[in-house]
């Protein structure tokens, strides 16, 4: 495809995570488009991994030049500000970064240490940097030394279990119940192999304090830890908001159903910083995959003339590993709500390691032929949802209460 006016299209891409790879790949359908990707690192993070460069078994990187088109220029820098009115970027090191359309994929971090004492005494395992401290710090533990995961979402249980089959002694602390994403069928299997590695659980109670050595609980115990590891929830970041764009409670990009900011349809939003109409998919590498390809799909209507689509894939499975041998493949519904299927065992662990290998491998097609990426799981609830979080919203503005969305 070509620009009749002859010039070409700038489009920058912030963060160089699943969505914003993919989407820069997709962007290259056009050759009347320079597409810039700005991203903090050289090198593109697994994080589906992280619990795996925790244990040893696994770097968590690969190489940009192994998965971007070449026509995709890497800007290895840290944008500080958007300036939507001027249509440009502030960087840490370089110059400011002009733009026609921005794709907004600075992804999550960890969730605020807010707890007290953790801040100072826990270790955060949402990007590579903390993946990295947490190893060296087990490095510094002696392998008998007491270690606290707090947090048993997938990035618990999976570090978790990395680490109690490599002989450590582990406390998994769980919150209200282990796996809450989990069909209570494949929860149990979750237990029971947790259980065998060793693991001890401790669902029911909070965390309500960190110290340098131990985590005290809601109930009144006091679990020794040499490690204390903090996997509990993913914080959007706040790029966004410090550049007065509208976001929602946690601080991702409010956008219509397209993806586009509500503030400025020159701005889309995708991963998981994006919240399209409110209502966000979970943070997840496997949303991220849909929501790049429509990001970039958007973007390219909009520079063609066109009417963008409105987003309406889903996700319907997630998947844990526990350990090198075992996995548990969690199925669910399209509108991601799980069901009793699960696949267990060893068979579980070759679906999630598979799981981990495919966005790898759509990414690099995408490289190869962009435009080629199919997402057939569709959401048919998403709309009722939609019209559901509205509804609340409104409720909320009648009664006086803040609305979950906010204009920084």
């Not at 944008?79 to 009115?85: H, N, Q």
Request: hydrophobic share 40%; with cysteine; aromatic share 4%.
């Amino acid at each position: 495809m070509g620009n009749v006016t002859g010039r070409r299209t700038e489009v920058v891409v912030i963060g160089g995570g699943y969505a914003g790879v993919l989407a820069a790949n997709r962007l290259t359908r056009r050759d009347d488009v320079a597409v810039t990707l700005v991203n903090a690192r050289d090198r593109f993070v697994e994080r589906v991994r992280l619990h795996q460069l925790v244990g040893g078994s696994d770097d968590a990187v690969v190489d940009f030049g192994d998965l971007l088109a070449k026509r995709v220029r890497l800007v290895v820098d840290t944008v500080t500000e958007i300036d939507a009115p001027r249509r440009r970027l502030v960087l840490e090191k370089g110059e400011p970064l002009a733009y026609d359309y921005l794709v907004y994929a600075v992804g999550s971090t960890s969730g605020p240490l807010e707890m007290p004492g953790a801040a100072e005494h826990a270790l955060p395992l949402a990007t590579l940097e903390e993946a990295e401290r947490v190893r060296a710090a087990l490095g510094s533990a002696p392998v008998d030394a007491p270690l606290v995961v707090v947090g048993s979402g997938p990035l618990g249980i999976e570090t978790a279990a990395e680490l109690a089959e490599l002989g450590r002694r582990v406390t998994l602390v769980c919150g209200r119940v282990l796996s809450p994403y989990s069909h209570e069928s494949a929860r149990r299997t979750i237990r029971r192999r947790l259980e065998s590695l060793g693991v001890r659980l401790l669902e029911g109670t909070t965390a309500v304090r960190v110290t340098r050595a131990s985590v005290e609980l809601a109930d009144g115990r006091s679990m020794p830890s040499a490690v204390t590891i903090w996997t509990a929830g993913f914080a959007a970041a706040d790029l966004a908001r410090r550049s007065g764009l509208s976001t929602d409670a946690d601080g991702r990009l409010l956008a219509d159903e397209t993806l586009t900011s509500i503030d400025d349809d020159r701005i889309v939003a995708t991963g998981d910083a994006a919240s399209p109409q409110g209502v966000p998919l979970r943070m997840s590498c496997q949303a991220a995959l849909p929501l790049g390809s429509h990001a970039a799909d958007t973007v390219l209507q909009r520079i063609a003339g066109g009417t963008p689509a409105g987003f309406d894939r889903g996700i319907a499975a997630m998947c844990v590993s526990l350990g090198r041998r075992f996995g548990v493949f969690q199925f669910a519904r399209f509108d991601d709500t799980a069901i009793r299927l699960h696949v267990p065992g060893r068979l579980g662990a070759l679906l999630k390691e598979e799981a981990c290998k495919s966005p790898i491998s759509q990414i690099r097609a995408e490289a190869r032929r962009p435009g080629t990426h199919r997402w057939p799981v569709k959401d048919g609830r998403r709309a009722e949802r939609v019209r559901a979080a509205a509804d609340g919203a409104g409720r909320l503005r009648e009664s006086g209460e803040r609305p979950a969305a906010s204009a920084a």
